[in-house]
């Protein structure tokens, strides 16, 4: 089995936004392979109908009527927010927009 | 010393009824045997005062239905307001969800007594529960051995009957599995039954909550309790409200049995066939006809389900990130480290690599390949059992390819904790019921379980045939439960 | 611009009208306090789930039929995955392999030729948080987490600024009229992109690409695509190269300014949303939404102008909704489309504006506007009379005739006591009829000023200079 490149472990780790330490990046080269050499046995399947299936449950897509319900106090959306600044959630400055 | 907790809560009901018990005597008795079987490490967190508060309530109330008043564990994944819920991980250690789950809504609303929070997998990702972050729970029946997982602290805690009931999720077998290594009923439900609002996703079209219980009757009864729509989950079903324990107790001589081929080849050990060929004998033997079936796709079933289970977990847990909830890093010095930080040290290793797989399964061209294709064979799957269930009424199968194993044994090994699900998972595929039947014990004295799966919505059907067995095989399954 | 040729395409957001959240019940509202409207759905919390608001999908209904796309009967949403602060669960529920609508167009007028502005597909989606700025930190808002957008994107089909900003206007009021959104730029409610490339007349393959953001009105998307299409041919004059690339429009430059290079594929990882099931659009669903759809501007525009109303009172209406719908509410009616236009978009507007009041908030009801305008019609009342008393007519609850009655303004259309008048001011004025017969013309005007006066302006002032000139002829002869 190959293993994964370090590259490739830090391109998946971006992705997913989960930094690695050199020696984390070691150990996920070889599981990392090894999962995925597994599921690529689905390559050998052939001949399926492609249409998906998104839920095993299609229920009548019973939509919402158009009212306003109980909304949460600004206590609540607070509560668990590790940094807050008056009633608002802080994060470091977004640069992008 | 009281022993409450032993009766049936059929027992208990009627003592309820006859003034002759309170919920606060049962409910110490628990609290109890929790202190007790301290060792087990089932619990993450403790209702103790609130539960307490709920019993003394229920005192100045009349007995409701036959769960009133009854302790029940939950699994740490499904959200209790005021209460913590962590899903075993560092990532939500001081979590205070501000909302009930609606199974949560439903319980208390029965006046059920919900006694703690219970051990489990991180984020239900692995099979023995040694990917908490609080520890492994162990196995009641032999502290050395695994519980099973990812609803390993559910399954321990009924197995050394410190509650009589408990709620699991079962994403990949999650309930079933540990079931099986511990001696219990355990019931994963039609996707759709039960609402998954309130349950902390792991894979959206998979996961689903479920009893575990004592016994058959107990386990129906509390799936009564939980079943329903929803109108917070557009996945739950709408169907009519039904008596899950209604077919208990009629006896079964005319069904038509199915064995997916795949079930009993060399995947499944010796002692777990022995166990099952037996129930097949015993089936026979009371006139029912069972046959060897086939089933599309059972021997890709794995792969399928890493790449939908993997793909939808690398967005659920996206979530996770360190600024409305949950642990955030301390070096979050600017928003790309606050993610990579955060999310680095509040994870621990198991639930990192399934995100990375599942990202990268979903990234660029990826998708298509991968995760379209597993739901369109998925569909083809589904259509396969359902094709079955036109010709048959239930399909018998084991649960699980041995009895638990030694604690440590599949750390090292990334597949190990798929390949303990090969014969759950492809329930969770097609979305069906699917229940684990306690039915004998290897040589160890540890218990093997079968599963009973049905059609979609069809869980009277498995309850009558598990209660038929469990009359029949009358098996000793209080071995978890240390007696004194 | 002889060598080169712009090609446009344009990208719209605009919030939907609702009273909730596209996938929560949290109030859809703007300018609300900060972190006051929204649930743990919209938050993102563990465990929460999406529901689907119906009218919002009445609502995507509506502005495929507008828009003339082709509906999509059964859909599902899609998660599309990438991190960012303002994205709560750090993916967004939209719609990206089965857009609710695919193709159709919207028909603007330009150089007096009808052209079709083709539309590549529609979708809904959710909007993000808001986010304010402070020092190094931002501030998050989760009111806005959940408001439902629908983005509509043409096919590079514009090749002028003018063709943009049309088509944008059409687009505003198709929505705006359809009361799909409030189409209100300033406030956010609708946003615009603009992606520009130019190439060489006659070249086959369009040039790179880029794209326009953060533009904050109609006008400055003409600017910003002006400017931009400016810049790219200077970089092909100067034989350098097109990078693709996001600028934003500058307000104070006036400019667009570079804000990043595009990344080498943007990796969002969409899949189907698996947490709500395919949505099945029955006729029976798009009746219902299209039961309540009002007439279009179009369809408004050609009432009008069969009503005789002139094209530039037309436009007026069109850009005045709540006159254009209050008219329309007399369109069974006998009513006289041009002088109620008049009426309207003159003195009862004007009344309206030195108020700051609505129509709605008057006293005026469907009776007495009729009476007015046919009074009106009938010469029973001049425009000066129609001034003395609209005030009354307007904040009191008394009929027309009533206030007409009280302010002594009497209907005098009997051409004898029109006649005695007349007679009367003739004999007081005898230079001026002599002036008349002398052919000064100025005679006329100040005669017919002092009838006006004796009959303290209720007179039809035709009716009265038609005999005033009779008289005069006669006697004079």
């Excluded at chain 2, 991180?122 to 023995?128: D, L, N, P, V, Y």
């Excluded at chain 2, 050990?269 to 006809?289: A, R």
């Excluded at chain 3, 006659?202 to 810049?231: D, F, H, M, P, Y």
Aim: aromatic share 8%.
């Amino acid at each position: 089995m190959e293993k994964l490149s370090v590259e490739e472990v830090k391109h998946i780790a971006h992705l997913a936004r989960i930094f690695l330490t050199d020696e984390e990046i070691e150990k996920y080269r070889v599981s990392l392979a090894k999962l995925f050499e597994m599921i690529d046995e689905i390559h050998q399947i052939k001949g399926y109908d492609e249409e998906i299936m998104i839920c095993p449950w299609q229920s009548d897509s019973s939509l919402r009527e158009d009212k306003v319900g109980k909304m949460l106090t600004e206590e609540e959306v607070l509560k668990n927010a590790p940094c807050k600044n008056g009633r608002f959630i802080e994060v470091p400055v977004m640069l992008n927009e | 010393m009281s022993k409450y907790l032993d009766l049936s809560v059929l027992e208990i009901h009627r003592l309820y009824q006859e003034k002759k018990l309170t919920p606060k005597v049962l409910l110490e008795e628990v609290f109890e045997r929790i202190e007790k079987r301290k060792s087990l490490n089932c619990f993450i967190t403790l209702n103790k005062e609130e539960a307490m508060k709920e019993a003394l309530r229920l005192e100045n109330e009349e007995v409701g239905g036959i769960l009133w008043g009854i302790p029940i564990a939950l699994k740490d994944n499904i959200v209790t307001k005021d209460l913590r819920t962590t899903c075993a991980s560092k990532m939500l250690e001081n979590f205070i969800p501000i909302y009930d789950a609606t199974v949560v809504q439903k319980i208390k609303d029965e006046g059920l007594l919900i006694v703690g929070k219970v051990n489990m997998d991180e984020f239900a990702m692995g099979s023995t529960s040694e990917t908490s972050y609080f520890k492994a729970p162990k196995n009641p029946w032999n502290e050395e051995y695994i519980t099973g997982g990812s609803s390993g602290g559910s399954a321990a805690c009924v197995a050394a009957r410190i509650t009589p009931l408990a709620l699991g999720s079962d994403t990949g077998g999650s309930i079933r599995q540990p079931a099986s290594y511990t001696g219990l009923v355990g019931m994963k439900p039609t996707y759709g039954r039960v609402s998954r609002y309130g349950l902390v996703a792991f894979a959206s079209s998979l996961d689903q909550i479920g009893p575990m219980t004592r016994n058959v009757f107990e386990n129906a009864a509390l799936l009564n309790v939980i079943a329903g729509r929803d109108e917070k989950d557009l996945t739950s079903a709408v169907q009519e409200k039904e008596d899950f324990t209604r077919l208990i107790g009629k006896d079964i001589h005319t069904l038509k049995i199915g064995i997916p081929s795949y079930w009993i080849s060399d995947v499944v050990t010796q002692e777990v066939k022995e166990v099952f060929n037996h129930v097949i004998e015993l089936l026979k033997e009371e006139g029912n006809q069972v046959e060897i079936v086939d089933i599309s796709y059972l021997e890709q079933a794995v792969p399928l389900y890493q790449i939908i289970a993997m793909a939808e977990a690398s967005s659920n847990l996206a979530r996770f990130d360190g600024i409305r909830y949950g642990y955030r890093t301390l070096e979050a010095e600017n928003v790309d480290m606050l993610y990579e930080k955060t999310r680095s040290e509040g994870f621990g290793e198991e639930v990192k690599r399934r995100i990375m797989v599942g990202s990268s399964l979903l990234s660029s061209e990826k998708a298509k390949i991968y995760y379209d294709k597993a739901l369109s064979i998925r569909k083809d799957m589904r259509k396969s059992f359902l094709d079955c269930f036109s010709q048959y009424d239930l399909l018998l199968a084991p649960t699980t390819t041995s009895a638990a194993y030694k604690l440590g044994t599949s750390l090292s090994d990334p597949l190990k904790s798929f390949m303990d699900d090969v014969l759950v998972i492809p329930v969770n595929m097609a979305g069906l019921p699917s229940l684990n039947l306690p039915a004998g014990f290897n040589q160890d004295h540890l218990p093997i379980g079968i599963q009973i799966i049905a059609a979609p919505f069809e869980e009277a059907k498995i309850y009558q045939l598990a209660s038929f067995l469990e009359k029949k095989l009358n098996l000793d399954l209080e071995g978890g439960h240390i007696d004194e | 611009m002889s060598k080169y040729e712009a090609t446009i395409g344009i990208e719209v957001h605009a919030e939907i009208k609702s009273q909730s959240k596209i996938f929560s019940n949290a109030q859809n509202s703007y300018g609300k306090m900060a972190n006051s409207s929204c649930t743990v759905v919209d938050l993102g919390y563990p465990g929460a789930l999406p529901t689907i608001n119906q009218e919002v999908i009445y609502q995507g209904i509506r502005a495929c039929h507008l828009l003339h796309s082709t509906i999509t009967e059964k859909m599902h949403f899609d998660r599309k995955n990438y991190f960012y602060p303002d994205n709560p669960k750090n993916y967004q529920i939209t719609q990206n392999r089965t857009p609710i609508g695919r193709g159709g167009y919207l028909q603007i007028k330009i150089n007096n030729e009808v052209k079709k502005i083709e539309l590549e597909e529609m979708h809904l989606e959710e909007d993000t948080c808001k986010s304010v700025h402070k020092g190094r930190m931002s501030l998050l808002d989760f009111n806005r987490a959940g408001v439902p957008l629908i983005e509509i994107v043409t096919k590079p089909c514009m090749h002028s600024k003018e063709e943009a900003v049309l088509y944008l206007e059409k687009l505003r009021e198709t929505l705006f009229y359809g009361d799909i959104s409030d189409c209100k730029i300033e406030e956010g409610s609708m946003r615009c992109e603009a992606n520009v490339s130019i190439k060489e007349v006659g070249a086959k393959t369009l040039g790179v690409k880029c794209e326009i953001k953060n533009i904050g009105s109609i006008r400055n998307v003409g600017i910003a695509i002006e400017k931009e299409i400016q810049r790219q041919i200077e970089l092909l004059e100067n034989h350098e190269t097109i990078k693709e690339q996001t600028r934003r429009f500058d307000d104070k430059l006036e400019d667009t300014v570079l804000m990043r290079y595009k990344e080498t594929g943007n990796d969002y990882r969409y899949f189907p949303e698996p947490d709500i099931p395919f949505v099945v659009l029955t006729d029976e669903m798009i009746d219902h939404a299209l039961s309540s759809l009002q007439l279009t501007p179009d369809e408004r525009r050609e009432i009008y102008k069969s009503k005789g109303i002139q094209e530039i009172n037309i436009e007026k209406l069109i850009a005045n909704r709540t006159l254009s719908d209050y008219l329309n509410t007399y369109l069974d009616t006998e009513l006289d489309f041009v002088i109620a236009s008049n009426l309207l978009l003159g003195d009862i507007l004007s009344y309206l504006h030195k108020n700051f009041i609505q129509l709605e908030q008057t006293k005026l009801t469907k009776e007495k506007f009729l009476d007015l305008v046919l009074k009106i019609k009938n010469g029973d009342l001049s425009n000066k009379n129609v001034k003395d008393i609209l005030e009354d007519v307007l904040s009191t609850d008394a009929s027309v005739s009533e206030i007409m009655q009280q302010k002594n303004i009497q209907n005098i259309k009997d051409s004898s006591v029109v006649i005695d008048i007349i007679q009367k001011v003739v004999t007081e004025n005898p230079e001026s009829v002599k002036d008349y017969q002398e052919g000064k013309d100025r005679a006329v005007k100040y005669l017919m000023g002092q009838v006006m006066k004796e009959a303290k302006g209720s007179i039809n002032p035709k009716l009265a200079s038609e005999l005033l000139l009779e008289f005069l002829k006669n006697t004079s002869n």
